[in-house]
């Protein structure tokens, strides 16, 4: 008997060893941190060598109310998942840091250099010891609440979101409504998205039509989606990145570079969460921090993307989707947002310059879009008019892509669901070194974006609505009407082209034919505004004043406070000799805009007519 | 004397070491090292399972990969409830019964936990990571321990669905009276042997 415990020990040891052989096949090429090589330098001590480390670039968001599943503050803490964290570093999973290193350098990189991975993988393998109280560096110190200080305006969600407790990751948007009655300038959103503990990342979208209100089952109650498309009826481009991630600092957006907030503009708060286990109540908060100085810098954000190139086969593991756009001024670069789906693999973008010069813009060599993120440079990179922008992504939709979401892969296209694909970056860039009497320089990067657009998918309904829009901003009215044309051979029902291309005939003196648009746009939205107010104007022009003062109503049953609409309904009844009726809307007009030139002119008018 | 021996005999050592396993699981409970129910009494899982597989299910509070499995084991633990006993097992010496009780509650766990401060289970079951299981057929023997399923890819990535299923082959293999294809896949989460 006294022989069995030696022979079991004995086999013991294969059968530990047969599983350690085991663990390394299962994990890949992930190196365990007590596999590493045998020290061979001096002892690293928690205090002296790691704290620091931990302090800098962990406890930021492994501290009570932050994103991190458990603090990272103490020894005890750090002991607890020291041969993890050797892990994560080594793998370069945590500090969640895509970017490779590169010349262009980012603001608040969270990347550890080598010599601390190093430094980590030797401390765990040498028994993760403590050491010398005395050298113990301080305890970071985290506010709690607003890092910004108290906002000037609070904003909670009307209703939370019930994250389930299990399945896939969830996409919800949740719609602030903004209480101002004037235009406010905006230097920074904080955003609370809730328990950061499950929400993986929260973009805010400026809604200035107030659109998204209409995917809401009910006022208050969000709405689901991964992808949202914020519709804007006149040229007012997104300008900001507002984005939140864990570990994100508020940003405070430098001076002349305020957002604008008119009455009436949604902030839409795009989050993607992922489940706990457990049911979690999500219901974010965000606090707005307005600024007096209005916007005198004008960024702009610009998207690079080639979805219609996207329609990947079943299986191919390097399938490449590119995209270049030359800019058409001088630009400032000041942040990049890379935004592709499950099967990206490699994302890249560079800039080739006039002289001939390439500056890389970003690498990611292993995407995941779970620790997507906007990169703000740490100073502006300079673009010249004439410089090529490109980007390169790859896709995997191969079963060796452990996050395809189909298995077995099936073809894949571009759409707005987690399991269709996306092939976008934006650049916000502020244009400089322009001359203002040329007009607005971000007119020209839009007008150029969407020629390049044309270019590349004739059949972009969008970018043709885009390059009208443009070109009839700059009164280029026969090339919009054009692109009219070309919009609605591609969509004959749509309502914006059909009122944009009825604005543009009657701006050409032709409301008979504005007419028949202008009623087909209102036939796909009964409840749109600009159409109504149009055809009352292309009707007045036909002295059909009875047909304009019912569309002026109409108009204003949809925006009941607007000054122009009350103003030509006043035309319109003084023309049909209500004169009474039209002293009264004349009159609205001006309670609404005490400054209203042709209300307070009609007004005029009435009275002498009525008093001769 | 290890690094000598033949194929042949290593063979003869494995089925030994399952004499081992039967061997340490019956002295568990009188041994040195003990796991513990809620209530602080002192429980061997296998002698209690009265004839039937038992799984243990190792998770960390502090380990969202556990804490993220519980809907999946919950599921699982209900399908095989004829077949097996399961016990969700706690080894951090730090937790109480109190708190794991709040676990429990929090993740809508009806299946008895256990605290396992000295790691008995630990080693019994050869886990290594949370969240883990070691399943154990109707005759006590380990035939099998490792990941639930292959969910995780590593930390910080995870498959929309996972495609194999090794704790739910475990056990319909248990059930038929079989040994599962797969005896042991390391699973992705947190390292037990950091709380020693």
């Not at chain 1, 020290?39 to 991190?68: K, L, M, W, Y």
């Not at chain 1, 992808?227 to 009826?233: D, M, P, V």
């Not at chain 2, 095989?80 to 097992?89: I, K, M, P, T």
Request: proline share 7%.
């Amino acid at each position: 008997m006294n022989s069995w415990p030696r022979m079991l020990a004995c086999v013991l040891v294969l059968f530990a060893s047969a599983g350690a052989v085991g663990s390394l096949l299962a994990k890949g090429s992930a190196r365990s941190a007590s596999n590493s090589a045998p020290d061979t330098g001096s002892q690293v001590t928690f205090n002296r060598d790691i704290a620091p480390i931990i302090f800098h670039s962990c406890s930021t968001c492994h501290h009570p109310g932050e994103a991190g599943p458990f603090s990272l503050l103490t020894y005890s803490d750090v002991k607890k998942h020291a041969r993890q964290i050797a892990e994560v570093t080594q793998a370069r999973t945590m500090p969640p840091w895509l970017p490779e290193p590169q010349e262009l350098k980012f603001a608040d990189d969270l990347r550890l250099p080598n010599s601390q991975i190093d430094l980590i993988e030797r401390w765990v393998a040498q028994g993760a010891v403590e050491g010398d109280a005395a050298d113990l560096p301080p305890q970071p110190k985290f506010s709690q609440g607003w890092r910004l200080g108290t906002p000037d305006l609070i904003l909670k969600a009307d209703k939370p979101f019930i994250l389930p407790a299990d399945g896939t990751d969830s996409y919800w948007n949740f719609i602030f409504r903004v209480p101002i009655e004037q235009t406010r300038w905006v230097k920074a959103i904080e955003i609370h998205p809730g328990d950061k503990r499950y929400v993986h990342h929260a973009n805010i979208l400026v809604d200035r039509g107030a659109t998204s209100r209409k995917r809401e089952a009910e006022p208050g109650s969000g709405f689901g989606g991964m992808e949202i498309r914020i519709e804007s009826q006149v040229f007012d481009p997104d300008s900001h990145l507002l984005f939140w991630k864990p570990g994100t600092v508020p940003y405070v957006e430098p001076d002349g570079m305020a957002l604008r907030l008119d009455k009436g503009t949604d902030l839409i708060l795009n989050t993607h969460m992922q489940p706990s286990g457990k049911p979690e109540v999500i219901q974010p908060t965000i606090g707005i921090y307005f600024t007096s100085q209005p916007a005198t810098k004008l960024p702009m954000l610009l998207q690079l993307e080639n979805d219609i190139k996207l329609d990947i086969p079943a299986g191919q593991s390097d399938f490449l989707v590119t995209d270049k756009f030359t800019l058409p001024v001088d630009v400032n670069l000041l942040a990049i947002y890379p935004h592709a789906h499950y099967l990206g693999k490699d994302i890249q973008a560079s800039a080739t310059l006039p002289d001939g010069s390439t500056k890389e813009l970003i690498h990611i060599p292993r995407w995941n879009l779970n620790w997507q993120a906007v990169y703000r440079y740490a100073e502006p990179v300079f673009l010249p008019k004439g410089t090529a922008v490109e980007l390169r992504y790859v896709y995997d939709n191969s079963d060796d892509n452990p996050l395809n979401p189909n298995h077995p892969p099936v073809r894949v296209r571009a759409g707005n669901r987690s399991s269709d694909e996306m092939c976008h970056l934006w650049l916000q860039v502020l244009p400089i070194n322009y001359d203002p009497a040329q007009g607005d320089p971000r007119m020209l990067l839009q007008e150029a974006l969407a020629r390049h657009n044309v270019e590349k998918n004739p059949a972009d309904f969008e970018a043709h609505y885009n390059l009208a829009a443009m070109l009839q901003a700059r009164n280029k009215m026969d090339d919009a009407r054009r692109e009219y044309e070309f919009a609605l051979r591609l969509r004959p029902e749509d309502a914006a082209a059909n009122n944009a291309m009825g604005s543009v005939l009657l701006a050409a003196g032709q409301p008979g034919e504005a007419v028949s648009y202008l009623s087909r746009a209102l036939q796909t939205r009964p409840d749109y505004f600009d159409a109504h107010y149009n055809l009352g104007n292309a009707l007045a022009s036909q002295n059909d004043f009875a047909g304009a003062s019912e569309q002026f109503q109409l108009a204003l049953q949809v925006q009941p406070n607007d000054a122009d609409a009350e103003a030509n309904l006043g035309s319109a009844l003084a023309e049909m000799g209500r004169f009474s009726q039209a002293k009264t809307h004349f009159e609205r007009a001006l309670q609404i805009n005490p400054n209203h030139a042709l209300a307070k002119e009609n007004l005029q008018e009435l009275q002498r007519a009525t008093n001769k | 004397m290890c690094a000598r021996v033949s194929v042949f005999r290593t063979n003869l050592f494995r089925v030994g070491a399952i004499f081992l396993v039967s061997l340490v699981a019956s002295e568990f409970a009188l041994g040195q090292h003990n796991a513990f129910d809620l209530d602080g009494k002192i429980i061997d899982p296998l002698q209690a399972a009265s004839g039937k597989i038992v799984v243990l299910v190792f998770l960390r509070r502090d380990c969202p990969v556990s804490s993220r499995y519980a809907p999946i084991i919950r599921q699982i633990s209900a399908q095989h409830e004829r077949d097996a006993s399961f016990w969700l097992v706690f080894p951090d010496k730090t937790e109480t019964s109190q708190t794991i009780q709040q676990y429990l509650h929090e993740y809508s766990y009806r299946l008895p936990a256990l605290r396992d401060p000295e790691h008995a289970l630990v080693k019994l079951a050869q886990v290594q990571i949370t969240p883990e299981v070691a399943v154990f057929n109707r005759s006590h023997q380990l035939i099998y321990d490792g990941r639930i399923d292959n969910w995780y890819v590593d930390l910080g990535r995870s498959r929309a669905a996972p495609s194999t299923h090794e704790l739910d082959d475990a056990i319909q293999s248990a059930a038929a009276g079989n040994k599962p294809a797969v005896k042991q896949v390391r699973g992705v989460g947190c390292y037990i042997s950091d709380l020693e």
